[in-house]
């Protein structure tokens, strides 16, 4: 707790100030900031902490925060162009629906006709009441998942969850294989909202193969932009709940994880059986010659798309020029194996035949287990209507909105 000198009151500490001291002179050492503006700058961070428990990030410190996250993203193995990234700073932005025009305008700027930019959005930071702003998706597009009567589902599996509450708010899906999800946010001031994603804001890649005529038939496509919405942002001890970042692909995320894991869209059974293989036993290594046949698919279709994308084999030499950046520039560079390995193929690159620092500096990116349910349509008990989070709101303010835009 501090004071508030104004009138004596004690204010919750929402910031952490050794951190936000620690970030604030590795960007003057990072950006050339010298003593006297550095002096200045914490001076005027401990004032604003004594009053109000935390502090506001210059411009210049919140893109170099963000970049560094991803700089320090363990799970993230395409981060040789961290500096890269493009930072959008809507911090005033509050309103639910100006909050998903916001995220349109995101998907519009990373998506640039098809020649993928880093992108990230950044919305208010968490106070001592919680977030101001909550983004349930787990990604800005994701495909919807309906269960079926007999059994199975249509759709995405991993989509099932918040198709239910966007249903239960008032959002009607076609009931097809890849209906784009809708834009769920909660606010303060609004509760709980839907947002439509307008076809034209999506861009999706129809999947083909090169060598295999019948694949475009599957009925297949994957969307071109990755943006990861339900991880908090922390830079320098302040948090943002609500900070949409993307990349691009790498192809075995789709082909791999997205189309082929059991608990997915599952195709390698069908794609097995119309290369004629033995599917009988796992022996017959069938699904492995599948999924070669798939990430073939993947690859070929965004290239002929002109979609930007990468393939397993080139990013693991590229992080691996990212890794030896680093060190020369006297840094550790933190990440976690088993994401950073490819799930197909993984002792064919060279990232496999190594290990990696462990540790996990900040600022960061960071998933938590309200996050977590959230993006499974589940409200974590400290941001359901009524918790602390959002001010006693009652279950009235789950309140419906059709598409924006």
Not at 299 to 310: C, E, K, P, Q, W
Request: proline share 6%; charged share 25%; aromatic share 8%.
């Amino acid at each position: 707790m501090t004071t508030d000198q104004r009138d004596g009151r004690r204010t919750a500490a929402v910031a952490d100030r050794e951190e936000a001291e620690r970030f604030v002179r590795q960007f003057a050492a990072e950006s050339g900031l010298d003593d006297a503006a550095l002096h200045a700058r914490l001076a005027t961070i401990r004032r604003e902490m004594a009053e109000t428990g935390s502090y506001r990030h210059t411009p210049e410190e919140l893109d170099f925060g963000a970049k560094v996250a991803w700089r320090n993203s363990a799970r993230c193995i395409g981060r040789l162009y961290w500096q890269s990234l493009r930072v959008r700073d809507r911090r005033h932005v509050t309103d639910p629906a100006d909050v998903a025009a916001e995220c349109l305008a995101h998907l519009r700027a990373a998506t640039n006709g098809g020649r993928l930019r880093p992108v990230i959005t950044v919305f208010p930071q968490d106070d001592a009441e919680g977030p101001p702003v909550l983004i349930w998706n787990e990604q800005l597009i994701r495909y919807a998942g309906y269960l079926r009567f007999e059994g199975g589902c249509t759709g995405d599996p991993k989509g099932v969850g918040l198709t239910e509450l966007a249903t239960k708010l008032g959002w009607e899906g076609a009931g097809g294989r890849f209906d784009v999800l809708p834009l769920v946010i909660q606010t303060r001031e609004h509760g709980l909202q839907w947002f439509g994603v307008p076809p034209e804001d999506v861009l999706e890649v129809p999947l083909s193969h090169p060598g295999l005529p019948w694949f475009a038939a599957l009925g297949l496509r994957w969307h071109a932009v990755p943006a990861i919405s339900h991880m908090r942002l922390r830079i320098g001890g302040v948090s943002y709940s609500a900070a949409p970042f993307n990349g691009w692909y790498m192809g075995t995320e789709i082909g791999v994880r997205n189309l082929c894991d059991s608990d997915r869209y599952d195709i390698l059974p069908e794609v097995g059986r119309r290369l004629g293989l033995d599917t009988s036993s796992a022996r017959t290594l069938w699904r492995d010659q599948a999924l070669v046949e798939v990430n073939r698919a993947v690859l070929h279709s965004f290239d002929a798309a002109g979609v930007t994308i990468a393939d397993h084999h080139t990013e693991s030499v590229r992080f691996l020029r990212h890794v030896a950046r680093e060190e020369t520039a006297g840094r550790a560079c933190p990440a976690d194996w088993s994401w950073i390995v490819p799930p197909m193929s993984g002792g064919l690159t060279p990232v496999y035949h190594r290990y990696y620092d462990e540790h996990r500096p900040r600022p960061d990116f960071h998933l938590d287990d309200g996050a977590r349910l959230r993006a499974q349509g589940v409200a974590a008990e400290e941001h359901r209507p009524g918790g602390p989070a959002f001010g006693g709101a009652g279950p009235a303010r789950w309140a419906s909105r059709t598409g924006a835009g």
